[in-house]
T-cell receptor, first 116, second 112 residues
Framework: DVKVTQSSRYLVKRTGEKVFLECVQD?????MFWYRQDPGLGLRLIYF???????EKGDIPEGYSVSREKKERFSLILESASTNQTSMYLC???????????????FGPGTRLTVL | TQLLEQSPQFLSIQEGENLTVYCNSS?????LQWYRQEPGEGPVLLVT?????EVKKLKRLTFQFGDARKDSSLHITAAQPGDTGLYLC????????????FGSGTQLTVLP
């Protein structure tokens, strides 16, 4: 079974703190994604990566950065946390895809971040 | 503005009832997926549909992709409490890159 793990289930930080959210997958997937999930808004893509050391902005990258130094690990960084970044953060991975059919995205259990 | 609109946003029904959840867009999608998310977990893929008009069945769940590939529906027959969860549709816009666009979700509660 594919396993995607996230470093914390719950995290409480203060405004202005630097926050690191870690995600690790064990299936050698090329693609990794970071989403935030808010009630009534579904999942919104923050950043994604198709290979080591590469990254692309998603729909809502402002206030976030990412790092992918190793294939299995994709980190989300909040440089200076703000209260409007209080949310559920979900990491996902997927194989490279092909043939026009999207591959399954495998999600971690999520990190519920509260910024006070 | 959501590219994929789901309705209803909340649905509470009794065990044994039937229900339909809708996912609509003004954009054409090359494929559409349905995920289910249970409390404290990430979403899990239920099905992928790729052809306009396609119908797929998964036990008591029936998924349909619209002929124009702009909408989809999920029908559950004889709902059970184990069907409770957040249902999310997700699609890849035709001609776009590899990322998915997710709908806003339908929170289903099936009461025993």
């Amino acid at each position: 079974d594919v396993k995607v793990t996230q470093s914390s289930r719950y995290l409480v930080k203060r405004t202005g703190e630097k926050v690191f959210l870690e995600c690790v997958q064990d299936m050698d997937h090329e693609n990794m994604f970071w989403y935030r999930q808010d009630p009534g808004l579904g999942l919104r893509l923050i950043y994604f990566s198709y290979d080591v050391k590469m990254k692309e902005k998603g729909d809502i990258p402002e206030g976030y950065s990412v790092s992918r130094e190793k294939k299995e690990r994709f980190s989300l960084i909040l440089e200076s946390a703000s209260t409007n970044q209080t949310s559920m953060y979900l990491c996902a991975s997927s194989p490279p895809g092909g043939g026009g059919v999207p591959d399954t995205q495998y999600f971690g259990p999520g990190t519920r971040l509260t910024v006070l | 503005t959501q590219l994929l609109e789901q309705s209803p946003q909340f649905l509470s029904i009794q065990e044994g009832e039937n229900l339909t959840v809708y996912c609509n867009s003004s954009s054409v999608f090359s494929s559409l997926q349905w995920y289910r998310q249970e409390p404290g977990e990430g979403p899990v893929l239920l099905v992928t549909v790729v052809t306009g008009g396609e119908v797929k069945k998964l036990k008591r769940l029936t998924f349909q992709f619209g002929d124009a590939r702009k909408d989809s529906s999920l029908h559950i027959t004889a709902a059970q409490p184990g069907d409770t969860g957040l249902y999310l549709c997700a699609g890849r816009i035709s001609g776009s890159a590899r990322q998915l666009t997710f709908g806003s979700g339908t929170q289903l509660t099936v009461l025993p």
